[in-house]
C-alpha cells in the first residue's frame, strides 16, 4: 500500500531507485530541480571516496553512502517514480553534494592527499568505471515511460518485482567485484610491514601538549604507542583519535585504564592523512575527555 511519502513528487534531499540502473548497485541523490528537471548524482556504498565524491556517515540518514559527484546529470522529473523512493539525506549533506558538484564542473576542486591518493587507487578507478560512469550514461539515454491515469494493483505488484529485482542486483553485481577487492586487499594486508613508524603519545590529566610525527613517505602504517600518564586512576575508557575538523577517525572498544600501562595502535596511512588530530581518553560512560594530547602528521622525504 503507498504511503503518503510514495506519493510525494520528488524533491532535493531524495534518494531513488531507477529503473534505467537497476542491474546497477547505486541509487540516485536528487541534489537540485529546475523546471521539469532534477539534478542527481549517482550513489553507492562503496567506502573509497575520492576527490570528486562526498561521504554520508552511517549515522546520517540515507548513510553509510558515497555520493558520487562527478557522474551528476539533469534528468527528466518523470524518470523519478514516488514509488521507488529508498530513502532521504540531510540538508546539509544535499547542501556540500551540490556545492561539490557545481566546484567539480567549474574545475575548482581543491583534492586533500588522502583523496588524492584514493583517486590514484587501481580499485577505485575499476568501481569508477564498472559502477557511477556506467550509470551515468545508461540514464543520459533514458526516457521516462507514460504511466495511465489508473492502473490495476494486482497481487505482487510491478513495483514490488521491481524492487526485488534492484536488490538481488546489487548483491550480484556488488558481491563479484567485493569478492575482486577483498583478495586483493587480503593478499597486501597478510604481507609482513617492516620498520613502521612509530609515535609514543603519553595521555595524562596534565598533559595536554602536542607532538609531531614525521612519516616517510610510502609508509603503509603508522605504529602508535599509546601510554596511560600515572595520574590517571585506574577505570573503564576508550581511546579515540578526532581529526581537526571534529570528526572521529577511530574509536577503540572498551578497556581498563591502569597508570603506565602502554597500549599499541597500528593505523593504515590512509586513515591518517597529513594534519592535526586530538588523541583523547573518553570515559565509557560518557562526558568530557580524562586526557587528550595532539598529534600532527607530516610527510617525510
Known amino acids: 500500500m503507498p504511503t503518503d511519502a510514495d506519493r510525494m513528487p520528488p524533491a532535493p534531499g531524495d534518494l531513488f531507485v531507477l529503473a534505467a540502473t537497476a542491474d546497477l ?3 540516485w541523490a536528487i541534489l ?7 539534478l542527481a548524482v549517482p550513489a553507492d556504498t562503496r567506502p573509497l571516496a575520492g576527490s570528486a565524491d562526498v561521504e554520508v556517515p552511517a549515522e546520517l540518514s540515507g548513510g553509510p ?3 558520487r559527484c562527478r557522474f551528476g546529470v539533469w534528468l527528466d522529473a518523470a524518470l523519478f ?9 540531510t540538508p546539509d549533506i544535499v547542501a556540500e553534494a551540490l556545492h561539490h558538484f557545481r566546484r567539480v564542473e567549474s574545475a ?6 588522502l583523496a588524492e591518493e584514493v583517486d590514484s587507487d587501481p580499485e577505485y578507478a575499476d568501481w569508477i568505471r564498472e559502477v557511477p560512469e556506467r550509470a551515468q550514461a ?5 526516457r521516462p515511460v507514460p504511466w495511465p491515469a489508473a492502473r490495476p494493483a494486482p497481487a505482487v505488484s510491478w513495483v514490488s518485482a521491481h524492487r526485488l529485482a534492484a536488490i ?3 548483491l550480484a553485481v ?7 577487492l577483498l583478495r586483493r586487499d587480503v593478499g597486501r594486508l597478510s604481507a609482513p610491514i617492516f620498520d613502521i613508524p612509530a609515535n609514543e603519545v603519553v595521555l595524562g590529566a596534565g598533559d595536554r601538549g602536542g607532538s609531531v610525527l614525521e612519516i616517510p613517505r610510502g609508509a603503509s602504517h603508522v605504529l602508535l604507542l599509546l601510554v596511560v600518564d600515572a595520574g590517571i586512576a585506574p577505570r573503564e575508557g576508550r581511546f579515540e583519535i578526532v581529526d581537526a575538523g571534529g570528526r572521529t577517525v577511530w574509536r577503540g572498544p572498551r578497556v581498563h585504564l591502569i597508570p603506565a600501562e602502554e597500549f599499541r595502535l597500528v593505523v593504515p596511512r590512509g586513515l591518517l592523512a597529513d594534519g592535526r588530530y586530538s588523541i583523547r581518553i573518553v570515559p565509557e560512560t560518557g562526558g568530557p575527555a580524562i586526557a587528550e594530547k595532539t598529534l600532527r602528521i607530516t610527510t617525510g622525504e
Open 65 to 67: 553512502l558515497s555520493l
Open 32 to 38: 537540485n530541480r529546475r523546471a521539469g528537471q532534477l
Open 25 to 27: 548497485p547505486v541509487e
Open 174 to 180: 556488488g558481491l563479484s567485484i567485493w569478492v575482486a
Open 108 to 113: 575548482d576542486l581543491e583534492a586533500s592527499p
Open 168 to 170: 538481488f542486483a546489487l
Open 81 to 89: 517514480e514516488p514509488e521507488l523512493r529508498s530513502g532521504a539525506l
Open 138 to 142: 545508461l540514464v543520459a539515454a533514458a
